[in-house]
């Protein structure tokens, strides 16, 4: 599904080259749910935005379903973006201005769904994850939790291959955070969707089926390893 | 989709009030403004459009050169119509006009009419003026026949079919003939009423002189005027030449006009005053400039707020949004703001209409705001302005990259310079707009106050004719019987504007010189207060001594000058006193008098001459004390009324009447009044709402320099800096725009106020208090607040 080769990236600094990830090399298959570890500053985030096309790194080869993602014009990558990618943020993101409804609807607004089939997507997945009764409500007037939840429907309401989430649990807390890697869990075994999520917690990791450890912009080789 | 941009843009506007308050009001002033200014502007370009025949009619204006005086009027003599259409095939019609008040009598109805016309039996097939009864060919084709407008025909005839009636016009009777609707009010001929042209004496005769009549020629095409323009060239070349026998550079022109070229690009007035199309180009520009003020308010603003939208951009396009969406949708937003300021500017302009009228001369009532082609209009506005007020907001918020703006915040790099030079544009205007008003307001001064040679308060001025003019004396004497009345006197016309224009020769060695002239009665001097530097003011003796036997042979003038006819003679006033001139006829020098504005101050003071003829008053002036006015006012007109049954009494104050010839002038200076407050008022509105943004942004940075010690002042001095900054740098701008255009307008005075330098500084400083002001609103509010609230809020 997923193939990254030799992908770098840095910034200058004072004329040197500093490196947030160097030389990283990835394959992602249909259905894995990764996890992505490492501390502070190796690089997590700056990996997941250039898995999900939100970022670009110097050099190095993306293929996506074997499409070569720099290779293709902006209109097109946008395309296969929207088709096939879900994001979820620690801060949820959600827009301050629009309902629980609205948010979860906006996807399908810029997929040019129908309005009378954006309806029957929306009811049907507010029904799935019970939150039926919140639909007219701001963001501001939800628990962390909830937004959380907000969240993860509006990056699924278009049926994405692929969710990326970036420590969709850091703001939560114990029971609001198990209650999400649960579904996460379950969207991943029952439903397929290939999931890669960075986090700090080995807890939160020990869900998914395989862990990337990231130090210092590169793949850690013995832990890849080891979980081959 | 384009439903969804219009919710969240509401709900943004509900969500920032402060922010959709200035820009929907600073628009809707802007609007308001463009739309007063538009409607005024279609008005003036509608003129004399109505005429079907309009691009066939033209005006004929003449100008000569006789002796060494030129001169060029609208006006022309009896024999240019006639004798065209006679020459020229290319004329069909001809119409003369005349315009001339008229006391108007029906039964118990007497009333002064001062929009009587005179003419041609031609009037109603050449011009669209509908007639509602009567036939257009023949309702003037004889002498004393008469036209009413539908108005008048209420006013003396109530519901009577006033066809048939006879009225009396001055002594004569009229017979009514028809009917015509009343004359719509942007055509430059307004009339009440339309007598046969026929019906004046002045009509038996033809000549090429005694212009007093405005003449319309219709042709037969529309192609016909630049050649037949030439050919009346050459033609009135021979005219002048075996009819005037015209010598050496003495010439005469008659040039055509097309009829809607009249009102805005004639320099000449004709029967009603012309406008400049000069002073439409300049309403039309403070209109844009006014609305690029506004305009410029929603950029700014958009742009500097919106580090607030930046998550919500990202996040539009990571749930897949592309630019073209993201833009889409600022745009929409900035439609439904100005779509709101339009409905507010409608609200305005109507609340605001009868000020705007004040302030324009015109009558409008709201309705015209709300027809389709205004609206319409006013739609394609809307849609221009959101589009450059919301086009680089839109480029600049829809162009950020998703990863920067959800990692960082929004950075817009360069738009601070954009921002700040159209703060600097913004004031520019502002600076600009308050000088000029200062100028017009200070030159209005100046001429309200300037010595004028003579006095104009507290007189009143009545009509004489030639009826009053029998027992003049009489009534003189029993007038001056009222309480109050300190002296009255009887001249030609007012001291305000004198027409006339006669030569006057030194019989010595035949020198002429060409002068203005008015007839004066023993006591006019006195009354309007001129001032005599030598020989002393005419007495009673000089009335008897005025001898109008053998038919005016036996008369010998005694004349007063000014300083510059005895100057234009070479003599020193002392030297003049006594000297004998002629104006057609000899007389004697009996005074010199101080030189006194008798035109307007756009106009040098050209030699005069006085001369005490009272066959020819024209008006009476009465100088009363001013206590009490009202009371001598009624006693006035109670004599009046025994003594002259045939004239109602309608008087007017002399400083009224040098008022109206500043009209213009006025005008202008309300206009400018007006828009300069408004240009500041939006200015400031737009740096209010920029502080306040900034001050948001800089909460955090002004908690921690107080923290470290900062006052309240300090704070306020570092938000305000850049902002002072920007406006002396348009102050700067401004000034020399301002000077060259203010002294522009100035040259078109001969007698001007000096620009002084206290005006900028006046300006400069109020602009930088009044901005200071809208700064502090805000700073001081956020400087004042508890830092240690604001950083934990952070």
């Known amino acids: 599904m997923i193939e990254l080769q030799h992908i770098s990236k840095w910034y200058n600094v004072g004329g040197k080259p500093v490196f947030i990830l160097k030389d990283i090399n990835l394959k992602v298959k249909e259905g894995e749910f990764i996890s992505i570890m490492g501390p502070s500053g190796s690089g997590k985030s700056t990996l997941l935005n250039i898995v999900g096309m939100l970022d670009m790194p110097n050099e190095g080869a993306y293929h996506f379903f074997g499409e070569s993602v720099y290779n293709l014009k902006d209109k097109h990558r946008n395309e296969l973006y929207k088709k096939n990618i879900g994001f979820i943020f620690q801060a949820y993101h959600l827009i301050d201005e629009l309902t629980v409804y609205e948010n979860i609807e906006t996807p399908l607004l810029y997929q040019n769904v129908k309005s009378s089939e954006r309806k029957a997507i929306v009811a049907d997945m507010l029904d799935k994850f019970n939150i039926v009764g919140k639909k007219d409500l701001f963001p501001s007037q939800l628990s962390g939790g909830q937004q959380q939840l907000v969240g993860i429907v509006r990056a699924l309401i278009a049926k994405p291959k692929l969710l990326l989430a970036d420590e969709p649990t850091g703001n939560l807390n114990t029971a609001q955070g198990e209650e999400i890697m649960q579904l996460f869990q379950q969207l991943n075994q029952e439903e397929g969707v290939t999931i890669i999520q960075v986090t700090h917690s080995e807890k939160n990791a020990s869900y998914g089926n395989r862990i990337i450890n990231l130090l210092d912009g590169r793949v850690e080789p013995s832990l890849q390893n080891a979980s081959h | ?794």
């Open chain 2, 1 to 794: 989709m384009i439903r969804n941009y219009f919710k969240i843009a509401l709900r943004h506007l509900q969500k920032n009030k402060l922010y959709a308050f200035v820009n929907i009001i600073g628009l809707a002033i802007g609007i308001a403004s463009c739309l007063f200014i538009g409607v005024y502007i279609w008005h003036e370009l509608s003129y004399d459009r109505f005429h079907e025949n309009g691009n066939r009619i033209a005006r004929v204006t003449w100008e000569y050169h006789f002796g060494d005086a030129t001169n060029k009027t609208a006006t022309t003599g009896t024999k240019v119509g006639p004798q065209f259409q006679r020459t020229f095939p290319e004329v069909e019609s001809y119409v003369r006009l005349m315009k001339y008040p008229r006391v108007i009598g029906y039964q118990d109805k007497l009333f002064e009419e001062k929009t009587f016309l005179y003419a041609d039996s031609a009037f109603f097939s050449m011009f669209s003026f509908p007639l509602l009864i009567g036939n257009a060919a023949t309702v003037l084709d004889a002498p004393d026949k008469l036209v009413v407008t539908e108005s008048m025909s209420k006013k003396y005839f109530g519901s009577e079919d006033p066809v048939g009636k006879m009225i009396k016009v001055g002594i004569k009777d009229f017979m009514v003939t028809g009917v015509a609707a009343d004359a719509p009010d942007n055509s430059q001929i307004q009339f009440d009423f339309i007598g046969s042209f026929t019906s004046l004496n002045a009509s038996k005769e033809e000549k090429w002189t005694e212009a007093n009549y405005v003449t319309y020629l219709l042709l037969n095409n529309s192609e016909a005027i630049a050649p037949l323009q030439n050919k009346i060239y050459a033609y009135a070349d021979k005219v002048s030449k075996e009819e005037m026998n015209t010598t050496g550079d003495e010439y005469m022109k008659y040039h055509l006009e097309p009829l809607t070229q009249v009102r805005l690009h004639s320099k000449l007035d004709g029967l009603e005053p012309s406008n400049n199309i000069v002073y439409i180009y300049i309403l039309g520009a403070v209109a844009i400039l006014i609305l690029l003020i506004a305009g410029v308010n929603y950029t700014n603003l958009s742009t500097a707020q919106s580090a607030r939208r930046t998550s919500e951009i990202g996040m539009r396009k990571v749930l897949g949004a592309n630019r073209l969406q993201v833009f889409n949708q600022f745009i929409c937003e900035t439609f439904l703001i100005t779509l709101l300021a339009v409905v507010f500017a409608l609200v305005i302009c109507t609340v605001l209409v009868p000020y705007f009228n004040n302030l324009s001369g015109k009558e409008f009532n709201a309705e015209i705001f709300f027809k389709p082609f205004t609206l319409l209009s006013l739609l394609i506005l809307a849609s221009v302005v959101s589009f450059t007020a919301g086009a680089y907001p839109a480029i600049i918020l829809s162009a950020g990259k998703v990863i920067h703006i959800l990692k960082s915040g929004f950075h817009f790099t360069g738009s601070g310079t954009l921002r700040k030079s159209l703060i600097v544009f913004q004031f520019v205007i502002s600076v600009f707009l308050i000088i000029a008003t200062i100028v017009i307001l200070q030159q209005l001064a100046f001429i309200q106050n300037k010595d004028l040679g003579y006095d104009k308060e507290q007189v009143i001025i009545l009509p004489v004719d030639s009826k009053i003019s029998e027992q003049y004396d009489d009534l003189k004497k029993a007038l001056a019987t009222t309480s109050n009345v300190i002296s009255i006197g009887g001249a030609y016309e007012s001291p305000t504007h004198i027409g006339w224009s006669d030569g006057l020769n030194r019989p010595t060695d035949g020198k002429q010189i060409s002068i203005n002239a008015l007839p004066v009665d023993e006591d006019f001097v006195k009354t309007v207060g001129l001032k005599i530097i030598a020989g002393s003011d005419y007495t009673w003796g000089d009335v008897q001594a005025f001898d109008t036997t053998n038919q005016g042979n036996n008369i010998r003038y005694t004349f007063m000058l000014n300083e510059a006819a005895v100057k234009a003679l070479g003599w020193s006033p002392e030297e003049a006193i006594g000297k004998t001139v002629s104006k057609g006829r000899e007389g004697t020098i009996k005074a010199v008098v101080q030189d006194f504005h008798f035109r307007s101050f756009h106009e040098a003071i050209n030699p005069m001459v006085l001369f005490l003829d009272k066959r020819m008053l024209g008006s009476i002036f009465i100088k009363i004390s001013g206590n009490n006015t009202q009371n001598t006012i009624a006693g006035l007109e109670k004599i009046w009324k025994s003594r002259v049954p045939h004239r109602p009494f309608e008087y007017k104050f002399l400083d009224d009447e040098f008022n109206d010839l500043y009209k213009t002038e006025q005008r202008t200076a309300g206009v400018f009044t007006s828009f300069a407050f408004i240009a500041i008022l939006l200015a400031c509105l737009g740096l209010f709402a920029l502080t306040a943004y900034s001050m948001v942004q800089r909460t955090k940075e002004i908690g921690i320099r107080k923290i470290l010690g900062a006052s309240v002042v300090d704070i306020l001095s570092l938000v305000s800096k850049d902002f002072i900054r920007l406006i002396v740098i348009a102050m700067v701008l401004a000034i020399p725009i301002a000077i060259f255009a203010t002294s522009k307008w100035l040259d078109s005075f001969v007698y001007k106020t000096k620009m002084e330098w206290w005006v900028f500084v006046v300006a400069g400083l109020g602009t930088l208090v009044v901005s200071l002001i809208a700064i502090s609103l805000q700073a001081i509010k956020t400087s004042m607040a508890n830092p240690v609230k604001n950083l934990r809020t952070e």
